[in-house]
């Protein structure tokens, strides 16, 4: 006589989804992850609560602390807006560093800073990443009286804390990266 077998719906669903996330390259664990990355508007204690690692690579950043002191004697009215991902390596090197800048620089600082958090395919929270062309993070865009003065995107070349004073101070202007590929393929945005 033949034994048959018989299986648990519910584990066979479960073990069917793993397989066909497996083989599609889908990493599980991953999608679960992304379900608490914050997307939107956040604070900057948002961001830490969601990658508290940024908190010791703040610490352990090398920055020129003069350069970041600086950073409180520009001009006030200027708006620093950081698109950023918590699940982005780029985004974890480039703000703690932008931190430890302001912090040196101190409490009162003489321009606004705003944090947006994007998701993974950065095509959420969507009219901001579209209505900015965000395509990589870190983006750090600086405006002064609602226009664009220059942004700094994925990489800061010569140190985040001099090539935002650069934008601040009116040095620079346009786009600072050290993307190859985006300093010819945006000609609205001149590169430096």
């Known amino acids: 006589m033949a034994v048959m077998k018989t299986w648990n719906l519910p584990v066979l ?47 352990e950043a090398k920055i020129d602390s003069e350069v970041a002191r600086a950073l409180a004697s520009v001009e006030p009215g200027a708006e620093v807006t950081v698109f950023l991902g918590t699940w982005c390596g780029d985004s974890g090197r480039e703000v703690p560093r932008f931190w430890r800048a302001l912090d ?26 579209t209505g900015n062309d965000i395509r990589y993070v870190p983006t750090f865009i600086v405006r002064r009286e609602g226009r664009e003065v220059g ?11 001099k090539d935002l004073l650069a934008l601040l101070t009116g040095r620079e202007k346009g786009l600072i990266t050290t993307r190859e590929d985006l300093q010819t393929a945006s000609p609205s945005k001149p590169s430096r």
Do not use: C, M
């Open 104 to 129: 040196e620089a101190g409490a009162a600082l003489p321009f606004q800073v705003r944090y947006i958090a994007v998701d993974a395919e950065k095509k959420q929270p969507g009219e901001a990443v």
């Open 151 to 161: 942004r700094i995107v994925e990489e800061s070349p010569n140190g985040i804390e």
């Open 13 to 59: 669903l479960s073990t069917l989804a793993v397989v066909a996330a497996l083989v599609s390259g889908a990493h599980p664990v991953r999608a679960a992850e992304e379900s608490s990355v914050p997307v939107g508007p956040v604070t900057r204690e948002q961001v830490e609560a969601a990658a508290p690692q940024w908190v010791q690579i703040q610490v």
